[in-house]
Nanobody, 123 residues
Framework: VQLQASGGGLVQAGGSLRLSCAAS????????MGWFRQAPGKEREFVAA????????YYGDSVKGRFTISRANAKSTVYLQMNSLKPEDTAVYSC?????????????????WGQGTLVTVSS
């Protein structure tokens, strides 16, 4: 089981980044996928989730209207398009594979986690 996140980096406030998470078939097929983030000294925070078919999405309040989660099932990959980035978006972003096909905002309902990719937004 493997999840590999990529696409992080340094960006100025107002800019955009697109994160990708490539997963093994076992970690992706028929599972919801989610993105979480953790800033230094803070608790892990839910960012976005998508159900197994890609027809239902959820977002954390702090990213609604700015971030978009999507998935390409044929590629076993989930994406996070991040626009209008703010300095407070700075964190390590991790993708996770859910236990079920329905998306969840709770980290307890995710079985597999990627290693994370660092996003730094400068002011």
């Amino acid at each position: 089981v493997q999840l590999q996140a990529s696409g992080g980096g340094l960006v100025q406030a107002g800019g955009s980044l697109r994160l990708s998470c490539a997963a093994s078939e076992r970690a992706f097929s028929n599972r919801a996928m989610g993105w979480f983030r953790q800033a230094p000294g803070k608790e892990r925070e839910f960012v976005a989730a998508i159900n197994w078919s890609g027809t239902s999405t959820y977002y954390g309040d702090s990213v609604k209207g700015r971030f978009t989660i999507s998935r390409a099932n044929a590629k076993s990959t989930v994406y996070l398009q991040m626009n209008s980035l703010k300095p407070e978006d700075t964190a390590v972003y991790s993708c996770a594979a859910g236990r079920y096909g329905l998306a969840s905002t709770s980290s307890r309902e995710y079985d597999y986690w990627g290693q994370g990719t660092l996003v730094t937004v400068s002011s």
